[in-house]
């Protein structure tokens, strides 16, 4: 990795992130193969300028998709590697915010 941008690839905007972010303060975001927690603390303290308290990282496994009607074409969903990062009390993200 050559800088702190390179770390965090995307933010994952899902249900149950949703409900982490309005509740507990967690955000989650999909980061490079190769980072780590201390490499997402900072990339995160820097980009947003918030203070971090915990980061959990997850492994998630590739995933088999549907198959198509033909039953011969398997579509893969590839590997990736999650953050979930805990804010200080009171403070946010607004790129997870709703429409205000």
């Known amino acids: 990795m050559t800088t702190i941008y390179d770390v965090i690839r995307r933010p994952l905007v899902t249900e149950k992130s949703s409900w982490q972010s309005g509740k507990l303060a967690q955000y989650s975001f999909e980061v490079a ?4 927690r ?13 203070d971090v308290l915990r980061v959990n990282i997850l492994n998630v ?21 999650k953050a979930i990062v805990t804010l200080a009390e009171g ?10």
């Open 33 to 36: 193969v190769d980072a780590t």
């Open 61 to 81: 496994p590739a995933k088999r998709g549907r198959r198509s009607r033909s039953r011969r074409l398997l579509v893969r969903k590839p590997a990736f590697k």
């Open 91 to 100: 403070q946010t993200l607004e790129i997870f915010e709703g429409v205000k």
């Open 38 to 50: 201390t490499l997402v603390k900072d990339a995160v303290e820097t980009m947003f300028d918030v």
